[in-house]
Structures are given as structure tokens and as C-alpha cells.
């Protein structure tokens, strides 16, 4: 039994503490968001000398940056803005777009790293080209926006989609300043889940680890004429006896003195001390000459005798 006790405890812990962990951080998390429950984060300014600046797979860069956008119904909004004014934001799948730009001058984001402050966005170089398409009225896209963007990413998951920010008319020399905003409903429940759930498993894990053991009863079941055997062998003289506390005594020791004796003779008592054996009979009883019968009395010298007074006649 303690063996169980000690494997469930240790996996208590295992699966707790982790637990506790995930919703501290989470909670951490939590205090830093809007005060309308959203999470936000500025780009650092994007220039180039391109038309277009393009995601080519937002699926995976949200997997690899920022997993939680993908899960539950979390909201995803992208803001942009030029120097000239707002800039056009689109969604299309990754074939349809890079047959768009081929011949368009664009530059592709390699990496967005999540850091204090504003976020880092690393550019490959422009690629050449002489076109100039207008992106408002296009067919290939699945959202679209002019100054922001809005969309849940669970809900375009594990499709190849690119993002492509460019001026509304089309023109290069990009200066961009991007922003980003995620909603998370599910954000704060789970955190207070995870740190409810972890300190009761850990709690759980303590009380399994160090509750003391309870002594084991010993229950010995015998035949009836093996009793005597296995209380000698236990050394007591009656299995009923086991695990009793010899009771003190209360009551004095009581002896019978003999009445009537001078004050100068000494004491005895009157019962004699209790043989350790138990004669058979009043005959085997050892003799006192103190109280044999006739008395035996001392030799010594004879009393006078004294005449007898006359009879008055």
C-alpha cells in the first residue's frame, strides 16, 4: 500500500507541478493585456524599395511565433499604414500569389521575433521586376482590408495562405508601420484553470507523500488446541492477554496483627508467610513450637508452696 501511495503521489507531482507552471506563466501573461482583454504588439518600421512586402506562409509563421493565435477562437488583427495613409492588406493562397508578383518588385519577410518593444521583422531583398498591378478588386482574395485586417487563424489553419501589404495604388518605395492585435477569450478561464487544478494535484501528491503509515493489526487464526502452543511461544500466558498494560495496584497490602500483646513485646502476625508449596493436608504443615500442645515450658526452679490457711471452726 505504500508503495502505491508513494507512485500515485510521485505522479501527481509530475503531472501538478507542470500544471502550476503553465497557468503562472499564463496569468503573468494575462496582466499585461489591454484593458478590453486584447494582447498588442507594434512591428518595427518595414522599408523597401519594393511594391509589395509578403508573408508567404502566415499559417507557419503564426505556428512557429506565436502558437497561441492558433488555438480556440482567437482573433488576429493586423493594422498598416503608410506614409501617404492607410495600406491595403489581402489573404490569398501561395500559388495564386506568387503568380501575381512575378513580375513585381516584392519583399519577403523571413522571420518576425517576438522580443520586448517592437517586434523585428527581417527582410530578404527586393526581387526585380517592372509591373505594377493595383491589388483593390482582385479575385484571388480570401481577405482583404485597407488599414487593417481581421481574421481567426484557427479557422484558416493548415492552408498555404500568403499576406501581401502593399499601397492601394501600387506604387513602391514602401515605408510601413505594422501593428498587431490578438483577442483570446478562452485566455484568462484557462490560466485560473491551470493554476486551480495544478495546486490541487500538488496538494493531492503532499498528503498521499506524507501521511503516516498506520500500524498493521496482527491477526493470528489457530485451531483451538494450538492456543496453548502459541502462547508459549509468544511468551504470555493467554493470547487474551495480549496488548493489556498490567494495572497498578491501588489498594495496600494487608496483614493481621495479633491483639492484646504488651507493649514491650514485639509484634507478629498472625498469618504466617504463604508456602511456595501448598501442603496436602493440615499434617504436613510444618510445626511451631509456639503454639504446640501442652506447651513446652522452660526447666528452671519450682515455685514454693505455701501452706494452706486453717478452716475457721
Given at each position: ?195 486551480a487544478g495544478g495546486t490541487l494535484l500538488v496538494v493531492l501528491a503532499v498528503v498521499l ?105
Amino acid at each position: 500500500m505504500r508503495f502505491v501511495r508513494t507512485i500515485a503521489g510521485m505522479l501527481l507531482l509530475t503531472v501538478g507541478i507542470p500544471a502550476l507552471l503553465a497557468g503562472a506563466g499564463l496569468w503573468l501573461a494575462a496582466r499585461h493585456a489591454d484593458p478590453d482583454g486584447g494582447f498588442g504588439a507594434r512591428f518595427e518600421t518595414i522599408r523597401t524599395p519594393a511594391r509589395a512586402v509578403v508573408v508567404t506562409d502566415v499559417d507557419a509563421l503564426l505556428r512557429a511565433e506565436a502558437p497561441v493565435a492558433r488555438a480556440g477562437q482567437a482573433r488576429l488583427r493586423l493594422t498598416a499604414r503608410t506614409a501617404d495613409g492607410p495600406a491595403f492588406l489581402g489573404l490569398a493562397p501561395t500559388d495564386e500569389v506568387r503568380r501575381w508578383l512575378a513580375d513585381v518588385p516584392h519583399a519577403t519577410v523571413r522571420r518576425v521575433a517576438l522580443a520586448r518593444g517592437p517586434l523585428p521583422v527581417r527582410l530578404d531583398p527586393a526581387t526585380a521586376g517592372t509591373a505594377a498591378p493595383v491589388p483593390v478588386g482582385q479575385d484571388l482574395w480570401v481577405r482583404e482590408g485597407i488599414g487593417a485586417l481581421e481574421w481567426s487563424p484557427a479557422e484558416l489553419a493548415d492552408r498555404e495562405l500568403s499576406l501581401v501589404v502593399m499601397r492601394p495604388d501600387g506604387r513602391a518605395d514602401l515605408s510601413l508601420d505594422l501593428g498587431a492585435e490578438l483577442r483570446a477569450g478562452w485566455f484568462p478561464g484557462v490560466a485560473w484553470a491551470l493554476l486551480a487544478g495544478g495546486t490541487l494535484l500538488v496538494v493531492l501528491a503532499v498528503v498521499l507523500l506524507l501521511r503516516p503509515v498506520r500500524p498493521r493489526e496482527v491477526v493470528f487464526v489457530v485451531e483451538p488446541d494450538q492456543v496453548p502452543v502459541l502462547a508459549g511461544r509468544l511468551g504470555v500466558s493467554s493470547l487474551s492477554g495480549l496488548g493489556r498494560r498490567p494495572e497498578p495496584s491501588t489498594l495496600p497490602d494487608r496483614q493481621l496483627v495479633s491483639v492484646g500483646s504488651g507493649p514491650a513485646e514485639r509484634s507478629r502476625a498472625a498469618i504466617g508467610p504463604v508456602p511456595s508449596r501448598r501442603p496436602a493436608s493440615l499434617a504436613d504443615l510444618p510445626a511451631d513450637p509456639e503454639w504446640s500442645w501442652p506447651p513446652a515450658t522452660t526447666a528452671g526452679t519450682p515455685r514454693p508452696i505455701r501452706p494452706a490457711p486453717p478452716a475457721d471452726e
